[in-house]
């Protein structure tokens, strides 16, 4: 081989240029993300609602010696508590023995909602020989990928007495599914005509749940009665019971590999369980570590994070406030001192829709964990924009522990846009940057990440706690 020019020495030295993690991994290290592969994918069949992928962080966490703690309850060096927010939303939190007025709070903040189709609350009717449940979509879906593929049924019901009963539907070998309906070409050709987003409206999306009436001749809505009967029978439940439910259909797909070098994976809820992994992942697997860490999964992210269990909810500040009363430090302190990444996916490019990316600033799939310094629209609109020493800071952690990495914006300038919990998190004077896993067909019923980026979010997260 001839040497290099000195241009082209010089070249090397001075630009820069994304690195793909798969040419860079030794066949060890490629063993690694596999295998890591293979948890988080187990998590994701676990973890299709909110309400699941609090239960498995939970599970995962007890595995580790985690105990449950209420708001109020004493805090003291050494603690690994979880606190179970209304099943909904989660905070584990590891108290070291770093002076947490001087080095803060490390803090990882990801979502565990995932877009999907709510039932309304008065649900089921039945029209033309078909039983149906009708719905009301939850944060941004593009409606026609919804119809004519396998749904399962998950959520609570709580009955008259208070009881709550869990469903799930759809998931086991040999459940049933459930559906919606789609226009055959042949009668299609008005729908082709629509735009994308008109072609299914919100009110198309109805759930098929059957077809066999009841037996007598009396009720006039025998197919509804069925499955009425069935739900009573299972599950204890009358249609009143809907009124206080939380029903979801999501896509009834396990995570598969995809590819002939299974180098990426399918499945549904990437985001944000991508991140939410990686992040309870890191901290248990350092039990060790002398710094106090907190990893937040929040609900509510698809529809701007508002509500109780949402990350606008203060009670994340109050987990903080409760720490630092019991170490007898000043919670302002703590949280001037305190740094956050805020774990999220991002748009991976994808050259099959070159348009809407600018190549040069866009993730690219396999090139490492990727950090947002802003998100928004429309200038930098809603977005936190970290600050220069704050990237500097994180640039350094990740060169010091070899993690590779990369940044992006979301897609082109003006191209559209969009958010995340960042910019809760800094409102409280907690400096914090965007970092997670670029995913493509995000918020389709099946999105795809790489393997690869997965496990460097993971080394990510682990650099910042230890
Ligand atoms: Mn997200
Ligand atoms: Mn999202």
């Not at 798969?22 to 909110?50: P, Q, R, V």
Request: hydrophobic fraction near 35%; proline fraction near 3%; include cysteine.
């Amino acid at each position: 081989m001839s040497e290099k020019s000195v241009g082209q020495q010089m070249f090397d030295k001075l630009s820069y240029k994304k690195k793909n993690i798969y040419e860079e991994a030794s066949s060890e290290k490629i063993k690694a993300i596999f295998d890591y592969s293979k948890g988080y994918m187990k998590y994701l069949d676990d973890s299709k609602t909110e309400r699941e992928a609090v239960c498995a962080a939970i599970e995962l966490a007890k595995q580790k010696g985690y105990t449950e703690y209420k708001i109020g309850d004493k805090i003291s060096v050494g603690d690994k508590k979880y606190l179970n927010h209304h099943d909904k939303s989660l905070v584990l939190f590891s108290v070291g023995d770093n002076d947490i007025e001087r080095d803060g709070i490390r803090i990882l903040a990801a979502h565990v909602d995932s877009p999907r189709l709510d039932l309304k609350q008065v649900p089921m009717y039945e029209d033309a020989g078909m039983a149906f449940l009708k719905t009301h979509y939850y944060g941004g879906v593009k409606k026609y990928q919804w119809t004519a593929i396998p749904l399962a049924l998950h959520g609570v019901m709580v009955k008259a007495d208070g009881e709550a009963v869990e469903v799930k539907i759809g998931e086991e070998e040999g459940d049933p599914i459930f559906y919606i309906n789609d226009l055959l070409p042949h009668l299609g050709q008005k729908q082709s005509a629509e735009t994308l987003g008109n072609a299914i409206s919100g009110e198309t999306l109805n759930i098929l749940i059957g077809g066999l009436p009841y037996d007598d001749k009396e009720v006039s809505d025998k197919i509804k009665l069925t499955a009425l009967s069935l739900l009573n029978e299972k599950y204890g439940v009358t249609e009143e019971d809907f009124l206080s439910a939380e029903l979801s259909l999501v896509p009834a797909y396990k995570a598969r590999d995809i590819g002939f070098d299974r180098a990426l994976v399918a499945a549904y809820g990437h985001d944000d369980k991508v991140c939410s992994y990686p992040a309870v992942t890191a901290l248990l697997d350092n039990p060790d570590t002398k710094r106090t860490v907190m990893v937040v999964l929040a609900d509510k992210e698809e529809i701007g994070s508002v509500g109780i269990t949402g990350m606008q909810c203060e009670v994340f500040m109050d987990v903080i406030d409760e720490i630092s009363a019991s170490l007898g430090k000043n919670s302002r302190v703590v949280r001037n001192n305190s740094k956050c990444l805020s774990a999220d996916v991002t748009a991976c490019y994808d050259p099959n829709f070159p348009d809407v990316y600018e190549k040069r600033n866009s993730a690219m799939i396999s090139c490492g964990t990727t950090m947002s310094k802003y998100t928004g629209a429309r200038g930098k609109s809603s977005t936190n924009d970290a600050s220069a020493e704050f990237v500097g800071y994180i640039r350094k952690l990740f060169a010091d522990n070899g993690v590779i990495w990369q940044t992006a914006e979301l897609g082109k300038v003006d191209a559209g846009g969009g958010g995340t919990v960042a910019m809760y998190i800094a409102n409280h004077n907690i400096e914090t940057v965007d970092l997670g896993v670029p995913v493509i067909s995000m918020h389709a019923p099946y999105e795809v990440v790489s393997k690869a980026d997965v496990y460097s979010t993971y080394e990510a997260f682990v650099a910042f706690v230890k």
